[in-house]
């Protein structure tokens, strides 16, 4: 690592037909474990929102082949507090996680808890969504300082997050404005810590390409560690979607992380990494896996509770080397268990799911070292769709920009 720096990022391979690019990205040996994390990108992130991956247990997140997941400040700020953390020596004792850690500021949260909050140029209140009576005001400052008490090794800015959906053009001039003001605010507060942690501002600007770059440019020129891609993934259009994702990476530097994010589905994943994406995150594999759907093959959905599934011997995944298909957890033992609700089952895909996803991105990593990125991405839309005359526009879009002939 270099002396003052937490975060070290260097390219180890570019794709020669995309904009994708695999690297290293090393965070420094500052949590409590004493060890420094190599992330190799791009690398998808599991979220364990309230300091833990829902039915999986630390050890078992790491045999997946994970060594980066994702808290949020929020939420643990709110529950259960932040001095009950820090008098746990810190999120990643907290979590008992030797491994590297990002928080989000709770930005998000002005979406997904819009009804609950006030908004001004110092801040956000929320009204609890526990306990009416309880608010909680997050600033930039206090959202930096929180973060800091945590620890994490990666930490996010508080940013002015709406809806990509929405439909007041001046509103997101306002929140693009206002995300660069709020960042200069938690860079300010984040001085000393830079060789501790690193702090990322994050891109805004709707679904307007000018706001994006403007955003882009400006937050570049401060010269962060790394940089977030935000407000997408929320609703709009998937042709919008892919061409803002476009638009923030090629108004971005080279040397620097990208991370786009609430993205885990894998169309989303390898084409959003062709455009020079190095980071993601999501619910999807766990949230998916309670609901009985397992990963397959380049990212096809298998719902186990359907009755096909109930006298099938097979494993999940022929094949996969997570824990339960290579202790033979059979379809129909899973789907029996579904059946009756037994939590068990949630846990097998849960881990196959996370599973999945590392040797997804491993894929992807692979394909890009070989030059062979378009290929796998012809394959795994071949996998998603039943022909190319299938192609949905915004795949289309990608595909174009990319250069990539289907």
């Not at 994490?152 to 508080?158: F, R, S, T, V």
């Not at 962060?224 to 638009?247: N, Q, R, T, Y």
């Not at 022929?318 to 957890?329: F, L, M, Q």
């Not at 692979?366 to 062979?372: E, L, N, T, V």
Request: aromatic letters at 8%.
């Amino acid at each position: 690592m270099e002396g003052d720096k937490a975060l070290n990022f260097r390219i180890i391979a570019k794709c020669p037909k995309t904009r994708a690019r695999s690297s290293h990205l090393t965070l420094a040996a500052t949590s409590p474990y004493g060890t420094q994390t190599l992330v190799k990108t791009p690398v998808f992130m599991p979220v364990g929102t309230n300091g833990t991956l829902k039915g999986l247990l630390p050890e078992q997140i790491e045999t997946c082949g994970c060594n980066m997941m994702l808290s949020n400040t929020y939420h643990l700020a709110s529950r259960p507090g932040s001095k009950i953390v820090v008098a746990a020596g810190g999120l990643h004792k907290f979590m008992n996680w030797k491994n590297g850690l990002l928080t989000d500021s709770g930005g998000f949260q002005m979406v997904s808890l819009s009804k609950l909050m006030k908004l001004d140029e110092n801040g956000v209140i929320f009204t609890s969504p526990y306990d009416d009576s309880v608010e909680t005001t997050l600033t930039p400052e206090g959202a930096t300082a929180i973060q800091h008490e945590i620890g994490a090794n990666i930490i996010m800015q508080l940013d002015d997050v709406i809806s990509s959906t929405h439909s007041d053009h001046d509103r997101f001039v306002e929140a693009t404005h206002r995300t660069i003001r709020w960042y200069d605010r938690c860079k300010t507060q984040h001085n000393g810590y830079e060789a501790k942690q690193n702090l990322f501002p994050i891109v805004q600007g709707g679904l307007d390409p000018e706001l994006r770059a403007f955003c882009a440019q400006e937050i570049a020129a401060r010269d962060p560690p790394g940089i977030a891609i935000g407000g997408l993934s929320g609703g709009e259009c998937k042709s919008d979607f892919i061409k803002m994702v476009a638009c923030s990476t090629e108004n971005l530097p080279e040397n620097k992380p990208r991370y786009l994010m609430g993205v885990g589905f894998a169309v989303d994943l390898i084409l959003c990494s062709a455009l020079g994406v190095d980071m993601f995150d999501c619910v999807y594999p766990t949230r998916t896996a309670r609901f009985g759907c397992a990963l397959v093959g380049l990212g096809i959905k298998i719902n186990l509770k359907w009755a096909v599934f109930q006298n099938d011997t097979s494993v999940i995944e022929p094949g996969c080397d997570c824990y339960a298909c290579v202790n033979n957890h059979k379809r129909s033992m899973i789907n029996h268990l579904l059946k009756k609700r037994n939590t068990i089952a949630c846990h097998l895909i849960s881990q196959h799911n996370v599973r999945f996803q590392m040797r997804f991105m491993n894929k992807i990593k692979d394909a890009i070292a070989s030059g062979d990125l378009p290929k796998l991405i012809l394959q795994t839309l071949d996998q998603h769709y039943k022909t190319r005359e299938d192609y949905p526009d915004w795949v289309l879009t990608a595909l174009e920009i990319l250069k990539i002939e289907a």
